[in-house]
T-cell receptor
């Protein structure tokens, strides 16, 4: 079976531009998470969805960041007016249900570079 | 707020030697604890998890970890290192209560295996 997929694998953009990062979770997984991993650091939580709704968006750094999951499957992370500090690997994960001990399956990530 | 600390950003061992990667958590309530491995250009893969059952947890690839509440630790070990173990290792925690399923990661430990 397919794992979590993320597209694009690499994205280079210029400061001030808008970008969208896509995540396809494992089929049937109800929970979907976004994390950001800066160079030399562990992943940091951004937002998670239970179904279509954002259950916790406390990790979004500011209002330039937004994420949607309109049909409860694919999710898109949207970043407006990108800044050089947004450069990082954006990781998506999904789990079968929302529970603290549930394994989260990670995608390979999207490497975002803002010039 | 919950935090996870990994002692040593780089660990180097000889092939066949014991691997010990350290992880401490800070939480008034013992959380669920996880070890993930990240190979270059790949997603995070779960090695093992502690969910309040047995304190000694066995995972994949010969790794195991022991939960010690008195020391707030969850160190990862492997008796004999293989070259294929070279990777980045992350310890993570989640609270396991409603609304707190996000993972909090340590900063990671890069494991190098010397022939």
């Amino acid at each position: 079976g397919a794992g979590v997929s993320q597209t694009p694998s690499n994205k280079v953009t210029e400061k001030g531009k808008y970008v969208e990062l896509r995540c396809d979770p494992i089929s049937g997984h109800t929970a979907l998470y976004w994390y950001r991993q800066s160079l030399g650091q562990g992943p940091e939580f951004l937002i998670y969805f239970q179904g279509t709704g954002a259950a916790d968006d406390s990790g979004l750094p500011n209002d330039r960041f937004f994420a949607v999951r309109p049909e409860g499957s694919v999710s898109t992370l949207k970043i407006q007016r990108t800044e050089r500090g947004d450069s990082a690997v954006y990781l998506c994960a999904s789990s079968l249900k929302v529970a603290g001990d549930n394994e989260q399956f990670f995608g390979p990530g999207t490497r975002l570079t803002v010039l | 707020a919950q935090s996870v600390t990994q002692l040593g950003s780089h660990v180097s061992v000889s092939e066949g030697a014991l691997v010990l990667l350290r992880c401490n958590y800070s939480s008034s309530v013992p959380p669920y604890l996880f070890w993930y491995v990240q190979y270059p250009n790949q997603g995070l893969q779960l090695l093992l998890k502690y969910t309040s059952a047995a304190t000694l947890v066995k995972g994949i690839n010969g790794f195991e970890a022991e939960f010690k509440k008195s020391e707030t630790s969850f160190h990862l070990t492997k008796p004999s290192a293989h070259m294929s173990d070279a990777a980045e290792y992350f310890c993570a925690a989640s609270r396991g209560v409603q609304g707190a399923q996000k993972l909090v990661f340590g900063q990671g430990t890069r494991l190098t295996i010397n022939p």
